[in-house]
């Protein structure tokens, strides 16, 4: 079955950095769009970036020119380098295949000074 473990979150100041992992398994993960996602408590889960291959990806305006996705297909799993953080980037990140109704347990990122 379709599993996703994402690692990596913690606390940190903001201007700090943090880089998270989604390690996937169950699908054949080199042919899947691979998403990150946010929430936080009381809002909608919202969409952060997202990778097709290495020269295709996508970002939120509000991430852009901070974040950077990236995938390893040979280790069926995708990163999000985030730099200069905000307490506003605070939630629990999930990853996600496009077109697959499986998210993992999230990994809670926390920005504070």
């Known amino acids: 079955q379709v599993q996703l473990v994402e690692s990596g979150g913690g606390s940190v100041q903001p201007g700090g950095s943090l880089r998270l992992s989604c390690a996937a398994s169950?699908?054949?993960?080199?042919?899947?769009?691979m998403n990150w996602y946010r929430q936080v408590p009381g809002k909608q889960r919202e969409f952060v970036a997202s990778i097709q291959s290495s020269t295709h990806s996508r970002y939120a305006d509000s991430v852009k020119g901070r974040f950077t996705i990236s995938r390893d297909n040979a280790k069926k799993t995708v990163y999000l380098q985030m730099d200069m953080l905000k307490p506003e980037d605070t939630g629990v990140y999930y990853c996600?295949?496009?077109?697959?109704?499986?998210w993992g347990q999230g990994t809670q990122v926390t920005v504070s000074s």
């Open positions: 996600k295949a496009d077109n697959l109704n499986s």
């Open positions: 169950g699908f054949f993960f080199n042919i899947y769009t």
